[in-house]
Nanobody, 123 residues
Framework: QVQLLESGGGLVEPGGSLRLSCVAS????????IAWFLQAPGKGREYVAA?????FYTDSVKDRFTISRDDDRNTMFLQMHSLNPEDTAVYYC???????????????????WGQGTQVTVSS
């Protein structure tokens, strides 16, 4: 059984930083697409960033967030800087067992999802 497990969320003051982690088990996602999405209260899940032979970001986080992966540990990360209250959301990691190169922002392209980790930005 494939499982993604997120960690690293919490409460942070505006302007602060967090690093989210997501470890995969059940199979390796080395050289496969992985991504981060967020879901703010009352809204649907929105694309944040993805990596597959390169890195890709939504415009609102491009200069503040960094997606990375440690393939030896089957783990991905989202380093978040300059956080503001609008970043408050549940953050989900996602992965695909298919190598695709069309639209990394679409939820439907990812078969595996974590349970989410809460990020709250507040003073």
């Amino acid at each position: 059984q494939v499982q993604l497990l997120e960690s690293g969320g919490g409460l942070v003051e505006p302007g602060g930083s967090l690093r989210l982690s997501c470890v995969a088990s059940g199979r390796t996602f080395n050289d496969y697409p992985i991504a981060w999405f967020l879901q703010a209260p009352g809204k649907g899940r929105e694309y944040v960033a993805a990596t597959f032979r390169g890195t890709f970001y939504t415009d609102s986080v491009k200069d503040r967030f960094t997606i990375s992966r440690d393939d030896d540990r089957n783990t991905m990360f989202l380093q978040m800087h300059s956080l503001n209250p609008e970043d408050t959301a549940v953050y989900y990691c996602a992965a695909s067992a298919n190598r695709f190169n069309r639209d990394y922002s679409l939820r439907r392209n990812y078969e595996y999802w974590g349970q989410g980790t809460q990020v709250t930005v507040s003073s």
